[in-house]
Structures are given as C-alpha cells and as structure tokens.
C-alpha cells in the first residue's frame, strides 16, 4: 500500500536492544535489484569455475549469507541497522578470500579480516558519538538533527570516524590495499562481487555522511575530494605497472572508486545545486558495478582455461575464445575509460561537468583559491587517460598479442557465456541510449537528493571536449609508457612499486611492531607502579611496628608451653610455624578423635545391651 501511494516501504523488529529497521525507496530498491543480478551472474559463473576446487559447499554458504548482508545494507533505515548487517556482510565474505586455503590466501584474508574489524570498530565508535550529539540514527532524520551542530568539532570526529569505516570498505586512500591483495587470490565470481557490490556498500555509506550530515559542508567537502582525487590517480597508476590480471582489475575499482569518491564530496560542496553531480556519482556506481562484473567474470574464464593470471602467461589466449568473451570484454573496457557512446561516458560527464560547476560557484565565494580545483579537473582528465591505457594493454594482451607458443582455444560453457554476456548488454544499452534509461533510472536514484534541472547533451562538443583530451591522454601514455617502456620486446615488464605498499611497510610494522612494543611499555610501567606502590606504603604507613603479639587458644597447654618453646626456637636462629599454634592443633585433633572413640564406644555398648536382652528374653520364652 505504501508503495502504490509513493512513500517508501518500512519494517521494523526488536532487535538487539535499538532495533532493525528496513525501509524501501528508489535508491533502494534499484541497488536490490542491482545486488540480486550481481549475485545472479556470479552463481551462473560459479560451478564451472569451482569444478575442480574443494569446500564448494562452504563458498555457496556463504555466498548467500554475504547477499543477506548486502540486501539489509541496502535497505537498512538507520545507521545501526545498517552496521548490523554492514559486519555480517564483512564476515561472511571474508571466506571468499581465505577459499584457496594457501599461503597467498591465508596473508589476504588475514589483512581483509584486520581491515574489515577495525574499520567495523572504528565505524561503531563514530555511530556512538554521532547518537549521542544529534539524538537519532534514522538517515531519513540525520539532516536536520545535525543542522544545529554544523560546524562543531564534535561532529567532524563522528564524521572522521564513519567515513574510515566506510572507507575501508569501498576501498578509500589510505585504506585501499586490500583490494590488490584480495582479488588475485579470490574466485573470480566472488571477486565481481567484491568489487561490483560489497565496495558500493563502503559508497553508500559515504554518500549518507555527504547528503545528511555533511550537506554544504566546505570542510568536509574539501577533504574528501583530497581523498578522493588520491584514491582516482593512486589506483590508475598501480592498475597501469600491474601484471596481474586481476590485479589489474582491482586497481582499477580503487580508481573508479576514486571518481564516486570525488562525486561525494562535490554533493558537500555544491550544496543545494548538486543535481548533475548527485545522478553522475550514482550513475557511475551503477555502471562500475556492471563492468566491474563484467570484467572479473571474464577474468575468471580465463583463470579456469590457463590456471594463471599472469598477463605475459595469457598473452594472446582469448584469440580463439567465444565471441562474447571478446565483446564483454570490449564493451567493459570501453564502459570504465569512459569512451563515447558508453555507459561510463555518461557518468563520467555528468561527474566533470559538477568538477566545472563548482569551479566556476568557487569564482564567486571569497577566499576560496581556484588552482587546486584546476588540478583536480586535470587529475580527472589524467585518471581517465590512465584508465583508457591500461585497459589498452589487457585487450591488446588478452585479444590481439600473438601467443608464445600454441595452445588450445578457451573452453567456456553455455552458462558462463550467459554470466559474462548480460551484464555487457546491459552496459551497451545503457550508453546507446542515455536520455531513454540512464536518465529515469537518473532520476529514481534522487531519493532525498535534488535531480538535474536540465536535461544534458552528452556529445555537446563542451562534453566531448573532456572525453577527447582523457584519448589523448591515454593515447601518448600507452605508446611511450606502456609500449615503449613496459614492453620493448613484447613482454610486459614487472614495474610494479612495492615501495607504495602501505600495508607492508606502513600498517603490518606498526601493528605488529610499534604498538605492541609501545603498549609493552606501558604495561610493564603500570605493573612496576603497583609493585612500587605497595613497597612505598609497606615502608611508611603500612609497615610493621615490632610490637609482641602473642596468640592466644583455648587449650592451657598450647598457651603455656607453646611460646617458651618459641623463645628457645627464635634463640636458636630456626625459622618456624609458633608452636602455639601447632600443639593447638594437635590437642584439637585429639579431642576431635577422642570424641569419635567415645561415640563409638557407646553406640557399640548400647547394641551389645540389645542384642543380651533379646537372647535373654528368647531363651526364657
């Protein structure tokens, strides 16, 4: 009924103390439906890819606890509901990680784990703090309970603390580094799942800080973007020396990652006119959730032809693979580098022209310096240039190389096919016809956000300008990086910076090294204070005076013999227990055993004057 009048659908159970609470609207339920086609590729992909591979069983358990997870993300109503199902999403998946059960798998899932339950603690502490400054966690009620608190430092910390546990999920700089280390090692339908929907639940979460708490927030505005333009051109460069093919790929979602993230924090900045930068950011999750799908799922046919992921080791194997593979592939490679025509483009745009929107809302505010705005609408150009190469270089390796030596053509089933395919039709679609899908489908993402005020020409020369200069850009460096630097002789080179490992040289140390021995420290102190202590007050006003003190018993002979014996001991120089004491003991142990004989005795007396009066009164009768 809720639905037929237009208002969002809600539920609610008694749970956990505050409740769970689900409530329905466009957002909502598009990404449900996103979600649930995700998983239905995966599962399409998954039995071919794990014919041959153990605990089978155990990865489709899981599989569909981890959809439960992202279903009451998606649908969560408060910020508590959504943490609740945010950790079972987190730990359910984390056995898609750890299901090689090797020594490269175990290492990944250890840093997944580590991210995914301090990002989870992290996030908690910000749901506490901001509970307690603006009185509710019901997102619907965020933006005007925080109104009142703008500005203050209390509210920033909550922000700080929900934006590092969202964060580290969708894949945020400096917390990207799972990614790179989960995917190689990760099932390739578990993987597109990774990347294509557990990352948007990170997003989603960032996008509710931005439109209800943090709405025309300059500062925090600010922030993001710097974090944001990081994570677009870190993950672009990593992606361009990876020679991982799924590596490749993950990469690449932190960068794409990267462009939402600089469409959140433009919803901050923009305030009120955010409408071309609201459809564009939540396009732009809709399409790389597609692509990313796409590509992962395309990645795992190869994995399960050639057992590897080397990109020098598949040179050429997708030649003589099924038509479809080829397309998919294209279309999704097209799709992410934001080629016209394509999906991405449109995103894309819609996420450059809010860069341009705010510059030119900048020229007007007081204070505010332009060149660092210009250099992220660069960076952006930039990105999408390095996107383009990158994504060069897998097809040209993938598809056109020639091969090092002969092998047989790639086997895909029919359902696979299927899994790979529907999703890249659905991209094709989407980018041939943006005014007759991406835009309605636009508009019903806008739930509590402002939608586009005018209706936007995507191959205007204005908006082509930006998508031909990100070509060129890829274009000079796929030719002079790529080509003449990473493969002169047609083997891709392993440039890989593994000095830009943060979590090798940066977090593992100080996890594992720095705070153990700093709190080591700390606790050896407090256990030297309290030892200190209690010899400071046994010193002083706790120490023994010396005085006589003889103790006293109820039995004559220990209270008089007992300390002369004492005295000739302590003469003697014998340490010894006080014989007060001890032949106390020993008389009440007699008198205990003295007791016992004597019942005895008389229960004994009294049968025997039985049993003699029975035989006499028996033989006189």
């Not at 989603?204 to 990081?230: M, S």
């Not at 016209?340 to 030119?360: F, M």
């Not at 996107?387 to 047989?408: I, N």
């Amino acid at each position: 009924m809720a639905a037929q009048r237009g208002e969002p659908a809600a539920w609610s159970a008694a749970v956990c103390g505050m409740g769970l609470h689900l409530t329905a609207d466009g957002f909502r339920c598009l990404w449900t439906a996103v979600t649930a086609f995700a998983w239905l590729c995966s599962c399409m992909m998954a039995p071919a890819y794990l014919a041959h591979s153990g605990h089978r069983s155990r990865y489709h358990l899981f599989t569909f606890v981890t959809l439960g997870g992202v279903m009451g993300v998606f649908l969560a109503a408060d910020l508590f509901t959504l943490f609740v199902f945010f950790e079972i999403m987190s730990l359910a998946s984390w056995v898609w990680v750890a299901h090689e059960d090797d020594k490269k798998a175990g290492y990944a899932a250890d840093t997944y784990l580590a991210v995914a339950v301090i990002g989870g603690l992290v996030m908690l502490m910000g749901l506490f703090l901001l509970n307690h400054i603006a009185g509710t966690l019901v997102i619907a009620e965020l933006r005007a309970a925080c109104a009142p608190h703008v500005g203050e430092p209390e509210l920033y910390v909550a922000g700080a603390l929900l934006l590092v546990g969202f964060g580290a999920k969708a894949g945020m700089f400096p917390l990207h580094f799972w990614l790179p280390m989960a995917h190689p090692v990760a099932p390739a339908p578990a993987s597109a799942l990774l990347s294509g929907v557990l990352t948007k639940c990170g997003v989603f979460g960032i996008l509710i800080l931005a439109a209800g708490i943090f709405p025309a927030d300059l500062r925090w505005g600010e922030a993001v973007l710097g974090l944001g333009t990081i994570t677009m051109v870190l993950g672009a460069l990593l992606a361009l020396f990876a020679v991982d093919l799924k590596r490749t790929l993950a990469c690449s979602s932190v960068s794409q990652i990267g462009f939402i993230l600089v469409g959140c924090a433009l919803l901050s900045l923009l305030g009120e006119e955010h409408g071309l930068t609201a459809a564009g950011t939540q396009l732009h999750m809709l399409n790389h959730s597609l692509i990313k799908t796409t590509l992962f799922l395309a990645a795992g046919a190869f994995a399960m032809n050639r057992h590897t992921l080397d990109l020098n080791e598949l040179r050429g194997a997708g030649r003589k693979s099924p038509l479809v593979l080829k397309l998919s592939f294209l279309i999704g490679g097209l799709s992410v580098a934001g080629i016209p025509l394509t999906s991405g483009y449109v995103s894309k745009t819609l996420l450059h022209e809010g860069i341009i929107e705010y510059i030119a809302h900048a020229e007007q505010l007081e204070g505010v310096t332009l060149l660092p705005l210009h250099i992220v609408e660069w960076l952006f150009l930039l990105s999408g240039g390095m996107t383009l190469a990158y994504m060069t270089k897998l097809f040209y390796l993938l598809f056109v190389a020639k091969p090092r030596m002969e092998s047989a053509p790639l086997k895909i089933g029919v359902l696979p096919q299927i899994a790979i395919g529907l999703p890249a039709l659905l991209l094709l679609v989407l980018g041939l016809t943006p005014h007759q899908t991406m835009d309605p489908i636009g508009k019903m993402l806008m739930s509590g956000l402002h939608a586009p005020g005018h209706i936007v020409q995507y191959l205007s020369p204005e908006n082509l300008k930006g998508a031909v200069i990100s070509i060129a850009i890829g274009a000079v460096l796929y030719t002079f990086i790529i080509w003449k630097c990473l493969m002169p002789e047609g083997t891709l080179k392993n440039a890989w910076p593994a000095w830009m490992d943060l979590e090798a040289r940066v977090y593992r140390p100080v996890m594992l090294g720095l705070l153990p021995s700093v709190f080591g420290c700390v606790c050896r102190f407090l256990d030297f204070l309290t030892d200190g202590v209690i010899a400071l007050l046994r010193m002083t006003v706790l120490r023994s005076v010396g005085a006589s003190h003889q103790p006293m018993t109820r039995y004559w002979i220990a209270d008089h013999l007992g300390p002369l014996l004492d005295r000739i001991a302590r003469r003697r120089g014998h340490a010894h227990r006080s014989f007060v004491f001890s032949i106390a003991e020993w008389q009440e142990e007699t008198a205990i055993t003295s007791r016992l004989i004597g019942a005895s005795l008389s229960f004994g007396l009294l049968m025997f004057c039985i049993g003699l009066t029975a035989t006499l009164i028996y033989l006189l009768v």
